[in-house]
T-cell receptor
Framework: DARVTQTPRDKVTEMGQEVTMRCQPI?????VFWYRQTMMQGLELLAY????????DSGMPKDRFSAEMPDATLATLKIQPSEPRDSAVYFC??????????????FGPGTRLTVL | QKEVEQDPGPLSVPEGAIVSLNCTYS??????FMWYRQYSRKGPELLMY????GNKEDGRFTAQVDKSSKYISLFIRDSQPSDSATYLC?????????????FGEGTQLTVNP
């Protein structure tokens, strides 16, 4: 049963600390997405990659957030320094981009981040 | 104004009721329309998707798209307690084929036994 995995599931940290969230996409998927979900804003796209190259990171605060794909099996989202307003659930999703057909996204279970 | 508007609820119905969930949107470029279901402390999972206008039925679920009104709906027949979740609509323009989704904020549904 292929699924997206994310670690950690929960993270509590203090303001100013670095936070790293990891995602393992479904094997064979060529597109990886990072989303943030809050009560106020709902689900927002932060960034996405295709074949490990960043395609769009316009939803991400550039001064403190960074997203990378060191290899095809790992995507990371880092926040440095973290702030209380970063508290949210961060989701990773993966999909297989095929031209001309609908490309479903499969979501991971999320990382619940609390910044004190 | 948000591109996709969805009433957050909460919505509470008795078991067996017909549930109607709706979203409106402003971007006429949207061609793919999706409904995701999200259980508490889980990631969203795709329920249904529709391309362009029309209806699509899958078991107890029916998705409707009215592009002329920029309005989409999800109907759940014979609702069950296991349908209790947050339902998110999502949309995508044709050129991205679902790769770039814009979500509604979700409607929280509770089906009472």
């Amino acid at each position: 049963d292929a699924r997206v995995t994310q670690t950690p599931r929960d993270k509590v940290t203090e303001m100013g600390q670095e936070v790293t969230m990891r995602c393992q996409p479904i094997l064979g998927h060529n597109t990886v997405f990072w989303y943030r979900q809050t009560m106020m804003q709902g689900l927002e796209l932060l960034a996405y990659f295709r074949n490990r190259a960043p395609l769009d990171d316009s939803g991400m605060p550039k001064d403190r957030f960074s997203a990378e794909m060191p290899d095809a099996t790992l995507a990371t989202l880092k926040i440095q320094p973290s702030e209380p307003r970063d508290s949210a659930v961060y989701f990773c999703a993966s999909g297989l981009r095929l031209a001309g057909v609908y490309n479903e996204q499969f979501f991971g279970p999320g990382t619940r981040l609390t910044v004190l | 104004q948000k591109e996709v508007e969805q009433d957050p609820g909460p919505l509470s119905v008795p078991e067996g009721a017909i549930v109607s969930l709706n979203c409106t949107y402003s971007n006429s470029a949207f061609q793919y329309f999706m409904w995701y279901r999200q259980y508490s402390r889980k990631g969203p999972e795709l329920l249904m998707y529709t391309y362009s206008s029309g209806n699509k039925e899958d078991g107890r679920f029916t998705a409707q798209v009215d592009k002329s009104s920029k309005y989409i709906s999800l109907f759940i027949r014979d609702s069950q307690p296991s349908d209790s979740a947050t339902y998110l609509c999502a949309m995508s323009a044709k050129e991205t084929s679902g790769s770039r989704l814009t979500f509604g904020e979700g409607t929280q549904l509770t089906v009472n036994p």
